[in-house]
Structures are given as C-alpha cells and as structure tokens.
C-alpha cells in the first residue's frame, strides 16, 4: 500500500516521504495470535490531517516511550472495514466508518490503517467519505469542549476562538444550536465566515478590545498565549475557560480552567454525523488533495482556512 511516512522531527512536513509499506496482514489479525484485540482494518477513503501533530511526542514514540519511525501520521479517518481481528464486536466487513485512531500507532495517511473498532462509529451513507474524515476531530473536540467540559446550557455565552477556523466553526455551530449565546473572535477577514457559521457577534482580535466583550460563561481557546490569558479575566463567576493548546496558562479567578485530549467516542461521534446530516452543523474544509499530491496541501504557498483532507481513494 501507498503511505507517506514521517522520519525526522526536526524535519516537519518537509520530511515525508511517499512509499510503499506493507498491507495490513488480514490473515494474521483475525487469529488467535494476531494484532491487538478488538482491532479492525480500515480501507482508507479519506484521511484529515491536524497541521501541529508533528509536534506531538506520540507521533515518534509508541505507548511505551520507545522510538517508532518511520512512522504514519494522520489520525481521523473515513473508510470501510475490510477485516475484523479475533473477539472484535459492533463493526462488519464492507461496514463504512469513521473516527480516530490510537495516538501511538501507524495513522491514516494510507490506503490502509489498523483501528481499534472502540474508535469509530458507523457512517451513514449520505455523509460521503471526506466529510466524514474532516468532521471526526473537529466535531468530537468542540463537542467535548463544550459539553463534558465546558458544561455549556442553553442561554449561556461562549467565546469561541478561532471561530473560522476548522475547530472553531464547529464549536460555534454547535454552541448555536444548543442554544447559546456565541461571540466568535479571529482576525478581520474572518468576520463573515464565523458570521456565517452562526456566531452572532465577532472580535476583530488584531483590532477590536477583547475585553468589551464583557462577562461570558464559557471561553473555548484555542489560541493560548495572551489571548488565553486575556480572556480569562471575562469568565463569570462559576464559569470555565476550556483549551485544546495544552496546559492553561491562566486560570479565572473566580471560575475553572480546564485543558484536555480529545478521545474517541462512537456515541459522540454518531451525534455529530446526524447533525450533519439534518443540515444542523457543516464541516469546514479548506483543502482536499489526493495522497500522491498530499505535500503541496501540508505546505501551502497561501494561508488556507479549514480542514486539510487527503482523498486516498476516487470519491
């Protein structure tokens, strides 16, 4: 199989490499001495890419802390399954699926990966495969910000961060339909998107004072930095500032800040795939390459707003 594989940290995205690897040992997964338990083979359709994981360490070491390169980068993926290791349950073969995979293992730029059935979910047959790859990070991360995190209600107040970008629009979409009250931030020229994503104010941040925004419940960060510690000062009392940038850097003074990992939940995941679905949230692509063209998309020469899909097969 094609995969593009990752050897040299320092390196970036300017050192992957195309090659050939071998195909998944079907045979050898469905015994009794195979892979993992629980495991499926996951014919790639389509593959997001997440522009910092680079910088991850679980990208160059396994579980154990022990050296793992070459390794496969990419972890949202769309596909079908093509074979099921021994005791796995829930999944079939020809079933199409979506969600992510083990941070620590071979990942989905490839036109074939080995997930653990526990991270995916079905996809339904009206959601085609790249919007199921570039839904799968971002619509489990905003979901669990939001709501197991952020503990967001109805007629509450979020700042979103970043609300153009892939993450962001989906945190403001779905803020907005659960009811909340969403001030979405970012630079000038992304005004209109998160408007049109359904943030009902915006905050120019190279040019507007963030802090007439005034008191909000819940800021969902994605930014860090001084913006992360501005923005701390407008969370009511009893509030939560919510970050995917790594631990806060600051924390309310009278609320909570709280920062995680996204995690794989198929009952999370199927959530956002009806949302999809009724039209109630979209996905935010900027980019959608084939996997032989995926390093122009890795290294733009403009500035792309949106999720980065690499297509491995026709859609």
Do not use: C
């Amino acid at each position: 199989m094609k995969a593009i594989v990752v050897t040299d940290r320092a390196l970036g995205t300017a050192g992957m490499q195309l090659v050939e690897r071998p195909d998944p040992d079907t045979e050898r997964l469905a015994s009794l001495e195979g892979a993992n338990y629980g495991d499926v083979v996951v014919e790639v359709h389509a593959s997001g890419f997440t522009g910092d994981e680079l910088e991850w360490p679980s990208t160059w070491i396994d579980r154990r802390g022990r050296d793992r390169t070459p390794s496969i980068p990419g972890h949202e993926v769309a596909g079908v399954v093509t074979a099921l290791s021994y005791g796995t349950a829930g999944l079939s073969v020809g079933q199409r699926v979506f969600g992510l995979t083990d941070w620590t293992r071979d990942g989905t730029l490839a036109e074939y990966t080995v997930v653990e059935a526990r991270n995916l979910a079905p996809l339904p047959g009206d959601i085609d495969f790249r919007t199921g790859a570039g839904v799968a990070m971002t619509g489990l991360t905003a979901w669990q910000g939001l709501f197991e995190h952020g503990h967001l209600k109805a007629g509450q107040s979020v700042l979103v961060h970043g609300a153009a970008g892939a993450l962001g629009s989906m945190a403001v979409q779905l803020a907005r339909e659960a009811g909340a009250h969403v001030i979405g931030t970012g630079r000038a020229a992304a005004r209109q998107t998160a408007l049109g994503y359904g943030a009902q104010e915006f905050v120019d941040l190279e040019n507007d004072r963030l802090e007439e925004v005034g008191g909000v419940d819940l800021v969902f960060d994605v930014i860090g930095g001084d913006i992360q510690k501005r923005s701390a000062r407008l969370v009511k009392a009893g509030g939560r500032l919510v970050t995917v940038t790594g631990p806060a850097e600051a924390r309310p003074a009278e609320g909570v800040a709280i920062d995680f990992v996204v995690v794989s939940n198929p009952v999370q995941l199927s959530e956002v795939a009806q949302r999809v679905r009724d039209g109630r949230v979209r996905t935010n692509i900027g980019t959608v390459a084939p996997l032989d063209d995926a390093f122009a998309a890795f290294n733009p020469t403009q500035r792309v707003r949106g999720k980065t899909v690499i297509q491995t097969r026709p859609a």
